[in-house]
C-alpha cells in the first residue's frame, strides 16, 4: 500500500510506477467513483495489481490480512492517520515493513 496526501499525488504515483517502473497498481481516492473504488479495491485484492496507490479514503474498513508494505510518500497529516494506515501491515501476525519517504 502507498499512501499519498491527495488526489493529485495518487495519480501522479501511479503514473510513475506503471510508466517508468513497470509496477502494476491501481489508485484509490474519494473522487473515484464507488464503483472504479471498488475495483481497484478487488484487483489489488487478488494480486492483479500488487501495488494500490491510496488516500487515506484507503482507510479503517480495510482488512487484509496479507499486506506486508506499507509506504508513505510523505509524512501523514497526522499521528492518528499514521497509526491507522500503518496498522494495514501485517494484521496476520507476520513481519511487515513501514517506510516513510520525506523530504524538506
Not at 491510496?54 to 506486508?68: L, Q
Request: hydrophobic letters at 40%; proline letters at 4%.
Amino acid at each position: 500500500i502507498v499512501y499519498c496526501l491527495s488526489k493529485a499525488q495518487t495519480e501522479l504515483v501511479m503514473g510513475h510506477l506503471i510508466e517508468d517502473c513497470g509496477v502494476p497498481c491501481v489508485v484509490f481516492h474519494a473522487g473515484l467513483q464507488f464503483t472504479e473504488r471498488m475495483s481497484a479495491f478487488e484487483r489489488w485484492r487478488t494480486g492483479d495489481a500488487p501495488v494500490i496507490v491510496c488516500t487515506t479514503a484507503f482507510g479503517e474498513a480495510i482488512d487484509v490480512a496479507s499486506v506486508r508494505f506499507v509506504i508513505h510518500i510523505a509524512s501523514p497529516r497526522c499521528m492518528i492517520d499514521k497509526v491507522q494506515e500503518d496498522g494495514r501491515a501485517g494484521r496476520d501476525g507476520r513481519p511487515a515493513l513501514v517506510y516513510t519517504v520525506y523530504s524538506k
